[in-house]
């Protein structure tokens, strides 16, 4: 607790310092969440059944400074994230109390607007197929006529700074190690909704010390839309290019994937009604000489409480998204569809239907990942702050036999609440 007080207090600091000797407007943002959880059966084997109880939490600060007319400085905090008396570790293993993961400068031109620095990246369109995070990034926004055009650079890893110089030598600086992202995108306002295409090409020459390079492209036009009574969102992604561009003459193997999305809801008075799919493609393990692996659902897109949920396997060690992430190339359809309804205007309770299976397996794997049902309550405590608490049943499909037909899978639920801030 003693270090979290002296990176309050020390934010406090900068804060007033700033305010009267530069007369830096700030605005401090950020939110808080801690979340209990129980787990009925985490294994989803009749065999060897056990349970998880546990709570996990996260502060964040998000300081913006506006040091003048068009010029500004954002930073983020995450601090204390984790499961209640875990102690966790930052990326140079020492104990993290706040782990400062964003800092960048944004200035306005004459030409458009510029971000410099740790920011957000991962995220593009819908939630479907995104992991929002921080990434290293210059990313230039301007306007032309209803259009906002979007160039960025992104540096995903750095393979030469601690290279010696030496053309025969297998780290020699004259290589190309790095890892960069580059990408375009537009973005089309129209009378009740919103169009984009992004355009990606990632070069990951990080791996050539194994003699190849991944070359990856993308293609992922998205819209949000509102049409009288009904809402609409959709998706599609496309991905293509060399995953392994061999220097020798071992064969390249291509990428090929595919991914889809679609959300689709209405107001019925009080009540909201819909349903959302999605699908990414599988690898097909027939082809050696191409990676068909779509985009993933992503660790932001989680329509259930158990299948396929990210926070389970982040901070419960969730054996069901362990497999999950182990086997990610075998795909996904994920079909949901669910109900809300506001009983007053602090108050509400859903529920929701999923089923989900996997798209490729081996021959030996069942696809058929299983049925599970929702329920959630929430309650506005204040305008800033909520309270839910949701309770889940999973009827756990063959899938989880991962390929061993003596295997046998047993079902699962879980009772979870939840209280977030924003500010």
Same mark, same amino acid.
């Given at each position: ?9 020390? +934010? ?71 499961? %209640? ?14 782990? %400062? ?134 998706? +599609? ?8 561009? %061999? ?86 359809? +994920? ?29 030996? %794997? ?27 049943? +999973? ?29």
């Amino acid at each position: 607790m003693k270090k979290l007080f002296a990176a309050i207090l020390a +934010l406090g600091l900068i804060i007033a310092v700033s305010g009267t000797a530069s007369a830096v407007d700030v605005k401090l943002g950020g939110s808080y969440y801690v979340v209990g959880v129980y787990n009925d059966n985490p294994s989803l084997n009749e065999n060897t059944p056990y349970s998880r109880a546990y709570f996990y939490q996260r502060i964040r600060l998000e300081p913006v400074f506006k040091i003048a007319e068009g010029l500004t400085f954002t930073a983020r905090m995450d601090g204390m994230e984790g499961n %209640w008396q875990t102690p966790r570790t930052n990326l140079n293993g020492n104990l993290a109390n706040f782990d %400062w993961e964003r800092g960048y400068v944004t200035f306005n031109t004459g030409i458009g607007k510029f971000d410099v620095g740790y920011m957000s990246g991962g995220a593009w369109g819908t939630l479907w197929a995104d992991s929002e995070g921080t990434r290293p990034r210059i990313k230039y926004t301007t306007k032309a006529g209803p259009l906002t055009l979007l160039a960025i650079f992104e540096q995903n890893a750095e393979g030469n700074v601690a290279r010696t110089y030496a053309p025969d030598n297998a780290n020699a600086m004259n290589a190309d190690r790095d890892g960069s992202a580059y990408y375009l995108a537009a973005l089309y306002p129209f009378k009740g909704g919103i169009s984009g295409l992004l355009y990606g090409y990632v070069n990951a020459a990080n791996a050539r010390a194994a003699g190849y390079r991944t070359v990856k492209q993308i293609l992922y036009p998205y819209m949000k839309a509102t049409f009288g009574p009904v809402y609409v969102e959709a998706e +599609l992604n496309y991905i293509f290019g060399k995953k392994q561009e %061999w220097e020798n003459a071992t064969p390249d193997v291509d990428y090929q994937g595919y991914g889809a999305y679609l959300l689709v809801s209405t107001k019925v008075g009080p009540a909201t009604i819909g349903g959302q799919v999605g699908w990414s493609k599988g690898d097909d393990p027939a082809t050696a000489d191409k990676d068909e692996t779509g985009p993933g659902k992503g660790a932001d897109w989680n329509p259930a409480l158990i299948l396929d949920n990210d926070d389970l396997g982040t901070w419960g060690g969730y054996d069901l998204n362990t497999k999950e992430s182990a086997n990610s190339a075998k795909g996904l359809l +994920l079909l949901n569809i669910f109900a809300n309804y506001s009983v007053t205007p602090k108050f509400s309770v859903g529920a929701a239907l999923t089923y989900a299976k996997a798209d490729k397996v081996p021959a030996n %794997w069942d696809k058929d990942k299983g049925t599970e049902i929702d329920f959630t309550a929430t309650y506005k405590l204040y305008d800033n702050l909520t309270y839910m608490v949701g309770a889940g049943y +999973l009827f756990a499909g063959d899938y989880y036999k991962s390929g061993v037909a003596a295997a046998k899978v047993d079902n699962d639920y879980i009772l979870m609440n939840k209280l977030t801030l924003n500010f």
